[in-house]
Every structure is written in C-alpha cells, then in structure tokens.
Nanobody
Framework: QVQLVESGGGSVQPGGSLRLSCAAS????????MGWYREVPGKQRELVAI?????NYADSVKGRFTISRDNAKNTVYLQMNSLKPEDTAVYYC?????????WGKGTLVTVSS
C-alpha cells in the first residue's frame, strides 16, 4: 500500500556528512509521523529521529543530525553531520499512515577511516 525507498547512504570518513532521503509512494493519504531508525548487527533497531509537527532525536545524534520532510514530495530527509564511526549502521525509514507502520529496506551508512 505504501512503499518507502531510502537513498543517500554510503561510506564517509569521520567528521563527514551525508543526507539520507526517503520517498514514499503508493496510496498516500496522510503519513504522520515519519522517522529514521538504525540497526547494527546483533543489536535492536533504534530510533534516530522522528518528525511530526515537531522533531525529536536520540541523545546520541542531537546537535549533529537534522530530520526534515517535504510533504508535497512525500519525502523525509536526514541530514547527518559530524559523523562518527559509531554512526555506522543500516538506516531505515519508517512511516505511519492510518495507524499502520511501513518500513523501507534500509540504506547502509559506513563511517570509517
């Protein structure tokens, strides 16, 4: 019903930046909220940032990451600055519509020297 496609992942050095995008398609009526999660092998997927009428961030990314959305494009973004090796993970986009959750397939972000 709703498909989410992430893009923008890649490999960067510590201190670098990336911008992730997540575009929603399909039967779009009203998606809210949208957010970003990340997952490291062996660990549970964790919330990075969400956006509704306001934004909320995990403590580990506050001051470095910024989430935003373009409702006209049904797209949510995650601007990631001052990246650290511990930010390395698969980042997933999540959206909720009419009480149902939708997930993207993820995009890999690798931060290393």
């Amino acid at each position: 019903q709703v498909q989410l496609v992430e893009s923008g992942g890649g490999s960067v050095q510590p201190g670098g930046s990336l911008r992730l995008s997540c575009a929603a398609s399909g039967r779009i009526f009203s998606i809210n909220p949208m957010g970003w999660y990340r997952e490291v092998p062996g660990k549970q997927r964790e919330l990075v940032a969400i956006i509704t009428s306001s934004t909320n961030y995990a403590d580990s990314v506050k001051g470095r990451f910024t989430i935003s959305r373009d409702n006209a494009k049904n797209t949510v973004y995650l601007q990631m600055n001052s990246l650290k090796p511990e930010d390395t993970a698969v980042y997933y986009c999540k959206a909720q519509q009419r009480g149902r959750d939708y997930w993207g397939k993820g995009t890999l972000v690798t931060v290393s020297s």
